[in-house]
Nanobody, 125 residues
Framework: QVQLVESGGGLVQAGGSLRLSCAAA????????MAWFRQAPGKEREFVAV????????HYADSVMGRFTISRDNAKNTAALQMSSLKPEDTAVYYC??????????????????WGQGTQVTVSS
């Protein structure tokens, strides 16, 4: 069992930046691939970015490629999402997620075993 807690969300103007953090407790984070998903009102939860357990592989949704960077620090048991050049369409609740499926980086929510409670990101125009 692992508990995930996100932080760092908030209100930012378009073009601004935010850094989300995900702290894990209960198990070492290197047991998992880590990802960020988001869910806007009235929409399904969608994949944002994923990083492999070692940090050696990453993958991004096309909509955030070049603007967001996912990272992790296994020694500190944390993961992060640096978001830059934010757009109003990035407004959503952002969730970090952990997957025990470590053979490849995946974008499907069903492959993630543990989820945080989410943190709200609002981008004003």
């Amino acid at each position: 069992q692992v508990q995930l807690v996100e932080s760092g969300g908030g209100l930012v103007q378009a073009g601004g930046s935010l850094r989300l953090s995900c702290a894990a407790a209960g198990r070492t984070l290197s047991d998992f691939n880590m990802a960020w998903f988001r869910q806007a009102p009235g929409k399904e939860r969608e994949f944002v970015a994923v990083i492999s357990w070692s940090g050696g592989s990453t993958h991004y949704a096309d909509s955030v490629m070049g603007r967001f960077t996912i990272s992790r620090d296994n020694a500190k048991n944390t993961a992060a999402l640096q978001m830059s050049s934010l757009k109003p369409e990035d407004t959503a609740v952002y969730y970090c997620a952990a997957s025990t499926f470590k053979h490849s980086v995946e974008v499907v929510t069903a492959l993630y075993d543990y989820w945080g409670q989410g943190t709200q990101v609002t981008v004003s125009s």
